[in-house]
C-alpha cells in the first residue's frame, strides 16, 4: 500500500501527476538552493574557493540523493513488538542502529550522514521567517515519509519513489546552484 494511499487516485490523471514530478523537483531545487545561498553566506570563507566547495557538495548529496533512494524503495522494516528487552549493551547497541538505519554499512552511514549535516546547516545559517519555515516543513515532510514507510506496514509506491528521486536530485541540483557562484557583499 502507498504511503499516501487516497493521493494514488489523483495521480492516475497525467495533469496531476505531471503537477507532482515539477514540484517535488522544484521544492527540492529551491531548497538546495537557499541551502547552499545560506552557507555561503554563513561562512563567507567558503567563497575562497567556491568551486571546490560547490563540486564537493555536489558530489556528497548527490551520493546521498542515489543512496538514499533504494532505503526509501524498500525499507527494513521495524517492529517494536518483536525487539526484545535489551539485556546488554551490544543488544541495546543494535537496536539503536537497526531503527537508525545504520547496520546497513557505510554508504547507509553516508547517507545518514549527509542529512544530519543538512539539518545542522539549517540550524548554522542564518534563515529567517517564511524561508526557514518552508525548508523546514519540507525536510520534516521527507522524514515523516521515509519514517511512516519503516515503522508502519505502508510501503511507497513506485510514483512516490520516483517523486522523492527527484526531490532529492532537485535539492542536489539547487545546491550545486546555489554555492557556484560567489556572493557580493551588501553595501
Request: hydrophobic residues 65%.
Given at each position: 500500500m502507498a504511503l499516501i494511499p487516497f493521493l494514488v487516485d489523483i495521480f492516475q490523471d497525467p495533469?496531476?501527476?505531471?503537477?507532482?514530478?515539477?514540484?517535488?523537483?522544484?521544492?527540492?531545487?529551491?531548497?538546495?538552493?537557499?541551502?547552499?545561498?545560506?552557507?555561503?553566506?554563513?561562512f563567507p570563507r567558503l567563497q575562497k574557493n567556491v568551486k571546490k566547495v560547490s563540486f564537493s557538495l555536489f558530489v556528497l548529496f548527490l551520493a546521498n540523493a542515489i543512496l538514499s533512494v533504494p532505503r526509501f524503495a524498500s525499507p527494513e522494516k521495524i517492529d517494536f513488538s518483536s525487539i526484545p528487552q535489551a539485556a546488554s549493551t551490544e543488544e541495546l547497541a543494535s537496536?539503536?542502529?537497526?531503527i537508525f538505519g545504520v547496520n546497513t554499512g557505510f554508504l547507509a552511514v553516508l547517507a545518514i550522514s549527509?542529512?544530519?549535516?543538512?539539518?545542522?546547516l539549517l540550524k548554522m545559517?542564518?534563515?529567517r521567517g517564511i524561508i526557514?519555515?518552508?525548508?523546514?516543513?519540507?525536510?520534516?515532510?521527507?522524514?515523516?515519509?521515509t519514517g511512516l514507510s519503516r515503522f508502519t506496514d505502508l510501503t511507497p509506491s513506485s510514483f512516490e519513489v520516483l517523486l522523492y528521486?527527484?526531490?532529492?536530485l532537485g535539492l542536489t541540483i539547487g545546491i550545486l546552484a546555489g554555492t557556484v557562484?560567489?556572493?557580493?557583499p551588501k553595501k
Open positions: 495533469i496531476f501527476s505531471l503537477v507532482a514530478i515539477l514540484s517535488a523537483f522544484g521544492i527540492g531545487m529551491l531548497q538546495g538552493i537557499i541551502l547552499g545561498r545560506a552557507m555561503l553566506v554563513r537496536i539503536i542502529f537497526l549527509v542529512t544530519i549535516m543538512t539539518l545542522v545559517t542564518h534563515l526557514k519555515g518552508f525548508v523546514l516543513f519540507f525536510s520534516l515532510l521527507i522524514l515523516l515519509l528521486f527527484l526531490y532529492q557562484r560567489k556572493i557580493n
